[in-house]
């Protein structure tokens, strides 16, 4: 279950937030034990600091959390996390010191740490639990701990229990809990229904190809999400080396992410016509495996020059982009795991992302700050379309030369969202260190800033 805040009562321990410069203020109004106890304890304040204190009979009277200075605390994502990771069990309450603006995005980071991907091993174990702070919507953020948590479960699981049926059984789930509607087009209907490049990149897998398609909402704006569900790759003939594939379970976490983003628009009811297309498919290895040096057809008429069957991602994004196109959304967006480019880039804690528009970046960039949800802006760079575009087809999927991967790939799916406002995340979808209220695995990236954007950007 998701975690949620705990019920409103009378005996939560208080939570003093003291950043490292207000100390001295807050402990002078403190009774002369609780100075001496700090003391004595080396609480200075710092980022992530938790210090319980006890009252004259050893119960815990309150407790301190530590919120740094501004500079720490820049460095830093969920800092009260930090701090709620080390207090006992328990039930909590803020007391003092959170400042307001931060206070949502907090209590997220606090709720987060009760995340644990039980499935295949018992992680049970109390944990300290929150109230929600005076002022949160505690519903909005228990809503954003759930789309996180959705997400999370999906990377998370491994693709013995998580290839392109199971994705359609979580998307088809979701639908259900929301009154949306699923339909999906699988195995050889894609040929028939004109999606060539989903169909060859999953024809070597005996879990056929598909393309799943959910659609909610009948007004407002139109907002169309593709993920892609890549749910294992090998890299087809151009076979990645073990390590390289060792991860490969977390290459279907663009549709992960939007799956999470699709659950936070409908629990929050936005008023806009939602459609989220995933092509879901398994890159394997057989006879029937697409090669180095075909030419594809693709659903746009475009030709591809298949130099590298592991740039198979753009691929079946290609199709589901020209569905998406057809439609005419007021705003169209794709998330993927898409190229190791973006990883040299920025790291796996950014979500680097490519509009043309410039309303939508600046959006996209207050709402990132406000949500503790990092994402960084990368160039739709004209001049590198000659890159893409080589001597016997429309388009090559891996140019030569190893230069400006992420942009690349970027400018190749721009071709298929035609005339469209579109938008493109290329995500890494994993945390590969703990961090506070961000244990180690499968990742939302980008999501929870753009659904901070969204009112703005489509004037809902």
Not at 93 to 106: D, Q
Not at 240 to 249: C, E, I, Q
Not at 278 to 292: D, K, L
Request: aromatic residues 6%; hydrophobic residues 45%.
């Amino acid at each position: 279950m998701p975690p949620v805040f705990a019920e409103p009562g009378p005996d939560a321990c208080p939570v003093h937030v003291i950043a490292s410069d207000e100390l001295n203020s807050w402990l002078s109004g403190q009774p002369q034990r609780v100075q001496a106890w700090a003391s004595v304890q080396g609480f200075t304040g710092a980022c992530g600091q938790a210090l319980t204190v006890p009252d004259a009979e050893g119960r815990i009277e309150m407790a301190l959390a530590g919120y740094g200075s501004a500079a720490q605390r820049a460095r830093r994502r969920f800092v009260l996390a930090e701090a709620a990771q080390k207090l006992p069990a328990g039930t909590y309450r803020i007391a003092s010191g959170l400042p307001a603006e931060n206070a949502a995005s907090e209590a997220l980071g606090w709720l987060l740490t009760a995340y644990r991907f039980d499935r295949y091993k018992d992680a049970t174990g109390e944990t300290a639990a929150l109230q929600a702070p005076e002022g949160v919507d505690a519903a909005a953020v228990e809503s954003l701990a759930a789309a996180e948590c959705l997400t999370r479960d999906l990377i998370n699981t491994p693709a013995s229990d998580m290839g392109p049926a199971e994705l359609q059984a979580a998307a088809e789930a979701l639908a259900q809990e929301f009154g949306a509607e699923a339909s999906v087009i699988l195995g050889e209907d894609l040929l028939e229904q004109n999606f060539p490049l989903i169909h060859t990149v999953g024809r070597a897998s005996p879990r056929a190809p598909r393309l799943i398609d959910l659609r909610w909402g009948s007004s407002g704006p139109k907002l169309t999400l593709v993920g892609k569900g890549v749910c294992f790759d090998t890299g087809g003939l151009n076979l990645k080396p073990g390590n390289s594939m060792a991860l490969m379970k977390k290459d279907m976490g663009g549709a992960a992410n939007v799956l999470g983003l699709a659950r936070m628009i409908m629990d929050a009811g936005l008023n806009l016509q939602l459609r989220v297309l995933i092509p879901t498919v398994e890159n394997a290895v057989s006879g029937s495996a697409f090669r180095p040096g075909d030419v594809l057809m693709s659903r746009k008429g475009l030709t591809v020059e298949n130099n590298n069957t592991d740039a198979e991602g753009r691929l079946v994004l290609a199709d589901a982009l020209a569905l998406a196109a057809e439609d005419a959304p007021d705003l169209l967006v794709s998330m993927a795991t898409l190229t190791g480019a973006a990883r040299v880039a920025v790291g796996p804690d950014l979500s680097p992302f490519y509009t043309g528009h410039e309303g939508d970046a600046a959006a996209l960039a207050v709402s990132a700050a406000r949500t503790a949800d990092p994402v960084w802006r990368m160039p739709f760079h004209e001049p590198y379309e000659s890159m893409i575009e080589p001597g016997i087809a429309d388009l090559d999927n891996a140019p030569s030369g190893g230069f400006a991967g992420s942009i690349t790939a970027a400018l190749f799916l721009r071709r298929f969202a035609g005339d469209t406002r579109y938008m493109h995340f290329d995500i890494y979808g994993w945390t590969p260190s703990a961090a506070p209220a961000r244990p180690k695995g499968g990742a939302l990236q980008g999501a929870r800033a753009l659904f901070a954007a969204l009112p703005e950007m489509l004037e809902l």
